[in-house]
Each structure stands twice: as structure tokens, then as C-alpha cells.
């Protein structure tokens, strides 16, 4: 899979857009704050009902690095792989588009592929509702790391993570992965996969990327069964770990407690008369019996977590307090 870097390099970065008429301008804007020129954007317009569509066209017109694509309405993963299909790169970069690069990140990035040839790089990250009150999450630089020792920082650092948006891959490493269409929480298995198909990955130290995160927004939303996809891509990544890495199934398995908690917190402030309500809080009751047998020795799993297991099994209320002041960071 390897291949020498030293020549010409061109990068496909795909941007997904829905609905994203305030925001789309300012994140194609931010690819262009850079030295590197040898760029492609694809906007996959995914059945837009506000001006986003008409945006993307003005700036395919006005950019000549930029192309617009339109389709029916699939969501994020169908139009992710709609633009694989359709890049024409040595290398692969995804965009969310509230999302922004920082200015000289495809640069450093670049110089990475250029001088070290790795098949994935990734790199930091800052994430709020602005830059000014944004948190900067940086991992230690760390070249020629193999997909064993990545894979471990995918479950380990906050920095790297399982985001699609965070890192650059060799278009190769794609070949027989998609996004799984019409779930939630879809970056999760797709790059578990891509770190187990590589076999060098660099982690660069610096914030690239703004991650535009309106967390208030979203905890108090009425609980959609969709959102159940939290805890079903976490068991199928857990599965995938326990037969390629089962030295770090304990952490599949603390990954999986998150998604159980996270979820549990989003059943319990749903409204009474949701009727999935009560479905999906007795089957997550009925899970997270088997999970807490799972977490005895699990050194992943801390205590406090533990506790809100046993109480989401014993007293809702209180287990949402517990979330909330302590376990929702």
C-alpha cells in the first residue's frame, strides 16, 4: 500500500451539506487558507430545502477547485460516499460543513505525506461554540505509528478519536470501506476500519480543525430511536476489536459503557409521553445488566461510571444528576 509521496499531490476533500446555508461558505473558505493548491472540494448538496444547494453552485462557479453535486436526501453517510466515489486524489479528507480548518493545516499535513509517507495523519483539534471559548485538544506528536498502537489512541485520546473530519487518508485505505447509510454516530466502525487496514499512521500536535459543538442544543431533545445508533455502533465495534485486537477489548468495552450512559441520560429527559420512552429504557435496563457483569476488573471503566450503571437500573433521577454534573464532559 505504500508508494513514494515525493511527486505531485492532489487532495479530494468531500463536504456533505444539508441545510447549511449560514455556515458552507466559511468552512470551503477555510480549505484555501493554505500554500498547498493542488486541492479538489466536493459539495454533495444531500437534498438541501434552504438556499445551501444555490450556495454551492455560486461557489463552483467562483472556484475552480470547486465542484457541486446534488442528490436526494440519504444523510451524512450517503453523501460521504457519494463524493468517494466520485474524488480523483492521492489523498482523501472529509469536511463537515459547520465545521472549519484552521489556517495551515493541509499545509503541515502535506509536508507530513511528503516527508514520512504514512497512510493516515492525524491531528488536533478545537471544538465549541467559538474559537474564543473553544477547548484545544493536541496529542503528542508521534511518527511511523502502526495500526495496533493507533488503534489504541483511537479509544485513549480525545484528540484523535474515532472523527472522520480530523484526519487525511491515502485514497487506497478506502477501497472496501463506506460509511454505514442511515445511521447515527457513523465515523465510529468505518474508522476503526481504516486504522486497521493502514500500516503507518503519524499523529501530528497541533489543532487543525474547528469543530463547531452547540452541546446544550442537543441534551434535552426528545429521545428519537435514531439515537439508539450510539449504542448499536459501539457492539459492532466492539465485535470487530475482540476478534483483531483483543488486547483492547476492555476499552471496547468502557467505549460501549459511554455509549450506554450517554444514551440512558437522552432516554431519561425525553418527554413522558414519547413512546418510544418506555421501549428503549427497558431494553437499555435489560443490556446494561449484561454490561455490568462485563465491567468487574475493568480497569477502563471508572467507578463513578460503574455507579451510574447500577443507578440507571435502580434510580433514573439520580443517575441523571450524576450524568450531568459529572459524567456529560
Known sequence: MKENFEGKIKLSIVIPVYNVEDTIERAVESIFLNDFKNIEVLLIDDGSTDNSGLICDELSKKLD????????????????????????????AFLDSDDYFLPGCIDKVIDDFKNNNPEIVCFG???????????ELISSRKIGSSNSEA?????????????AWNKVFKKEIFNNIEFPEGKLYEDMVPIYHAFKAAHTIDILDFAGIFYFQNGDSIVYQDFNPKQYDNIIQRK?????????????????????VDGYLSTGFKIGNSKR?????????????VEIKE???????????????????????TNSGLYSVLYKKILRK
Open 65 to 92: 477547485k470547486v465542484y457541486c453535486y446534488h442528490k436526494d436526501n440519504g444523510g451524512l453517510s450517503s453523501a460521504r460516499n457519494y463524493g468517494l466515489k466520485r474524488i480523483s486524489g492521492e489523498l482523501i
Open 236 to 256: 459492532i465495534l466492539l465485535n470487530d476489536v475482540k476478534k483483531d485486537f483483543p488486547e483492547f477489548l476492555n476499552l471496547a468495552i468502557a467505549r460501549l
Open 151 to 163: 488503534v489504541e489512541l483511537l479509544f485513549k485520546s480525545k484528540a484523535i478519536d474515532f472523527y
Open 125 to 135: 483539534l478545537k471544538k465549541g461554540k467559538t474559537e474564543e471559548d473553544a477547548i
Open 291 to 313: 454490561i455490568l457483569k462485563k465491567v468487574k476488573g475493568n480497569k477502563e471503566v471508572s467507578f463513578a461510571k460503574r455507579v451510574a450503571l447500577y443507578l440507571y437500573l
Open 273 to 285: 409521553d414519547n413512546l418510544d420512552r418506555k421501549k428503549y429504557y427497558n431494553t437499555s435496563k
